[in-house]
């Protein structure tokens, strides 16, 4: 079982829509959450991190459940912009600060 | 522009031939990390220096790949007698000490191994 597992994608919706991704991590020492957006053949890029009590970036909304060991993100009134990949991200307590990254969710907003 | 860079950025050897990869990290940040990336997967932890020290390696780390950090700045990674399943794309990454959980990804070096 992989330590970060993603929905499995693609994501294809229309301009204006909202689209959630999920994630589930093994680890239950895992301490630190955040979502990374990959566009394509580029570098990863920090969207977010999760908080416990969720947190909001404008459009982005981010959710934490560690009872569940769930972490969500939420798009709302998505644009073209943002089609990317969304990667699921985690870092356990004690280790060298290095990130678990899970497969990564393709999304596509289409005109 | 993260301000992390890698060089080269594509490299496409033979079988059997060693490669080297160059990472110039964002020039205060003392952390710096490799991780490979093959398609359709997330990034997958390598190796990580504090400083000059490589602090924690992965098994995925092979004793064909060697990295080094020699004066805490710049960093090579090393792949010798390089096989087809090294074919993937070798990425760099940087934080501050005090800012660990944000981690600044460089371009990427692309390697194709025929």
């Known amino acids: 079982r992989k330590e970060v597992e993603q929905d499995p994608g693609p994501f294809n919706v229309p301009e204006g829509a909202t689209v959630a991704f999920n994630c589930t991590y093994s680890n239950s020492a895992s301490q630190s959450f955040f979502w990374y957006r990959q566009d394509c053949r580029k570098e990863p890029k920090l969207l977010m991190s999760?908080?416990?009590s969720g947190n909001e970036d404008g459009r982005f909304t981010a959710q934490l459940n560690r009872a569940s060991q769930y972490i969500s993100l939420l798009i709302r009134d998505s644009k073209l912009s943002d089609s990317a990949t969304y990667l699921c991200v985690v870092r356990a307590s004690g280790s060298a600060r290095q990130l678990t990254f899970g497969s990564g969710t393709q999304l596509t907003v289409l005109p | 522009d993260t301000g992390v860079s890698q060089d080269p950025r594509h490299k496409i050897t033979k079988r059997g031939q060693n490669v080297t990869f160059r990472c110039d990290p964002i020039s205060e940040h003392n952390r710096l990390y490799w991780y490979r990336q093959t398609l359709g997967q997330g990034p997958e932890f390598l190796t990580y220096f504090q400083n000059e020290a490589q602090l924690e390696k992965s098994r995925l780390l092979s004793d064909r790949f060697s990295a080094e950090r020699p004066k805490g700045s710049f960093s090579t990674l090393e792949i010798q007698r390089t096989e087809q399943g090294d074919s993937a794309m070798y990425l760099c990454a940087s934080s501050l000490a005090t800012q660990l959980e944000t981690q600044y990804f460089g371009p990427g070096t692309r390697l194709l191994v025929l």
């Open positions: 999760v908080y416990s």
